[in-house]
C-alpha cells in the first residue's frame, strides 16, 4: 500500500488530537475529566483504524457492484429522510442534522458524501464518450447528487451539500467533460448559490457578517472576529501548546467548525503553514494514486475520496481565515466528532487499497 499516504494521514490524525486537546480541555474540566473529548476522539480513531484494515483489504472494485453503490445511495437517502422529520432529527443551534442512536449520534451527510462519490465513480466509468454530452452525458449523472444537495438543505445545511456538489462535478471534469460544459455548470452553480444565499435573512447576515465580521460583533460576525483575534494573536510562531485564550469561553466550537483558529492561535503561522501543507500533501499523494490506477472506476474513486477529504478541509480552513463565508463544516482528522472521523478513515482505507491493487507499478 502507499505509506505515503497513510503516514500523512497519521500525522494529521496526532496533531488533530493534539489542537483538540488544548481547544477542549478548559471546558472538560467541568466534567472533572480534562481529556474527556480526546478519549471520545480517541475512540473514533479506534473504530475508524478497524473500519480501515477491512476496507484496505477489500478488493476496491467490489464497491463498484451496482448492488453495493444503488445500496449505499438508498441508505443515504433514507438516512437524510429521517434527519429532516421533526421528532426523529436531532435539533441543534437551528439545523436538524443529526441522528441519535443508542446514545450515539452522527450525521447522514457524512454517510451521503461517501456514497455520492461511489455513484459517480461507478456511473462515470461506464459512460464512456457520453460524458462529452451535456444535456444527455452529464446532467443525467447529476441527478443523484442533486438529490442529495437538496436533501441536505433542509437540514439546513449549504456547507456539506455544496461540497458533494463540488466534488461530483470535479469528478465529471475527470472523466473527461468538455471546458465549455463545465463552464456552463459552474456559472449556474453560482446563480444558485448566489439566490440561496440571498433569499433568507438570516443566511444574508451571515453573508454580510464574513465581509466585515467586525461591523457585526455583537451577532452574526461574532465567532467570525474571534477567530481572527486567536490568529492575530498566534503571531509567527504561536503563543504555545495549550496558551491561547480563545478556548476560554470566547471562541464558541473551538473544538468543531473552528479548531482551525486554535491551530492559529497555540501554533502560530509556522502551525497553519505545516497543516495546509499536511493537507496539500495529502491530496497530491492520492490524486497520485488515482492517475496510476490501470482502471477508470479506480482512478475516479480515488480521486473522489481524496477530494472529497481535501475540499471540505480548504472549505473549512477558508471559513475560519475569513476568506470564506462562514459555515459549520468540519476540519477532517482535527475536529471533534467520532463518527465523521471512522467514516473518513474507512474512506481512506479504500483509497490504500486502490494503490496496492490498482497501480500499474503495484507496491
Known amino acids: 500500500m502507499d505509506k505515503t499516504l497513510l503516514t500523512i494521514m497519521i500525522v494529521l490524525l496526532m496533531l488533530g488530537l493534539l489542537t483538540l486537546f488544548s481547544a477542549t480541555y478548559y471546558k472538560a474540566l467541568d466534567t472533572g475529566d480534562p481529556l474527556s473529548e480526546v478519549k471520545k476522539q480517541l475512540f473514533g480513531?479506534?473504530?475508524?483504524?478497524?473500519?480501515?484494515?477491512?476496507?484496505c483489504r477489500i478488493p476496491y472494485r467490489f464497491w463498484g457492484k451496482r448492488k453495493v453503490v444503488v445500496g449505499g445511495v438508498i441508505i443515504s437517502a433514507v438516512l437524510l429522510l429521517l434527519v429532516v422529520i421533526p421528532g426523529v432529527g436531532v435539533y441543534i443551534n437551528g439545523s436538524r442534522r443529526w441522528l441519535s442512536v443508542a446514545g450515539i449520534s452522527f450525521q447522514p451527510g457524512e454517510f451521503a458524501k461517501y456514497a455520492a462519490v461511489l455513484f459517480m465513480a461507478m456511473t462515470l466509468s461506464v459512460r464512456g464518450k457520453k460524458i462529452k454530452k451535456l444535456f444527455s452525458g452529464i446532467l443525467p449523472v447529476l441527478v443523484v447528487p442533486g438529490i442529495m444537495f437538496l436533501l441536505i438543505l433542509e437540514q439546513p445545511n449549504l456547507s456539506t451539500a455544496g461540497t458533494i456538489i463540488i466534488v461530483s462535478v470535479l469528478m465529471v471534469m475527470l472523466a473527461g467533460a468538455k471546458w465549455?460544459?463545465?463552464?456552463?455548470?459552474?456559472t449556474?452553480?453560482?446563480?444558485?448559490?448566489?439566490?440561496?444565499a440571498w433569499s433568507e435573512e438570516y443566511r444574508r447576515e451571515r453573508l454580510l457578517s464574513f465581509m466585515d465580521p467586525?461591523?457585526?460583533?455583537?451577532?452574526?460576525?461574532?465567532?467570525?472576529?474571534?477567530?481572527?483575534?486567536?490568529?492575530?494573536?498566534?503571531?509567527?510562531?504561536?503563543m504555545g501548546l495549550g496558551q491561547?485564550?480563545?478556548?476560554?469561553?470566547?471562541?464558541?466550537?473551538?473544538?468543531?467548525?473552528f479548531i482551525f483558529a486554535i491551530v492559529g492561535e497555540d501554533f502560530g503561522l509556522a502551525g497553519c503553514l505545516a497543516v495546509i501543507f499536511l493537507f496539500v500533501a495529502f491530496m497530491l499523494a492520492g490524486?497520485?494514486?488515482a492517475l496510476s490506477c490501470e482502471d477508470k472506476f479506480g482512478c475516479l474513486l480515488s480521486a473522489g475520496i481524496v477530494g472529497m477529504i481535501s475540499v471540505q478541509a480548504f472549505i473549512n480552513m477558508g471559513v475560519v481565515v475569513g476568506v470564506l463565508p462562514t459555515t459549520g463544516l468540519p476540519l477532517p482528522f482535527f475536529s471533534a466528532g467520532g463518527t465523521s472521523l471512522s467514516i473518513t478513515m474507512a474512506a481512506v482505507g479504500i483509497v490504500l487499497n486502490i494503490s496496492r491493487y490498482g497501480s500499474r507499478n503495484p507496491v
Not at 465549455?180 to 459552474?186: D, I, K, T
Not at 449556474?188 to 440561496?196: E, T
Not at 461574532?222 to 490568529?231: C, D, E, R, T, V
Open 45 to 55: 480513531v479506534a473504530v475508524g483504524a478497524i473500519a480501515m484494515f477491512f476496507t
Open 214 to 238: 467586525f461591523a457585526k460583533m455583537s451577532d452574526e460576525g461574532y465567532q467570525l472576529s474571534q477567530s481572527l483575534i486567536a490568529f492575530g494573536s498566534g503571531g509567527l510562531f504561536g
Open 287 to 289: 490524486m497520485r494514486i
Open 188 to 196: 449556474a452553480g453560482l446563480i444558485v448559490g448566489a439566490y440561496y
Open 244 to 257: 491561547g485564550r480563545q478556548k476560554y469561553a470566547y471562541l464558541p466550537y473551538p473544538e468543531s467548525d
Open 180 to 186: 465549455r460544459h463545465m463552464a456552463v455548470l459552474g
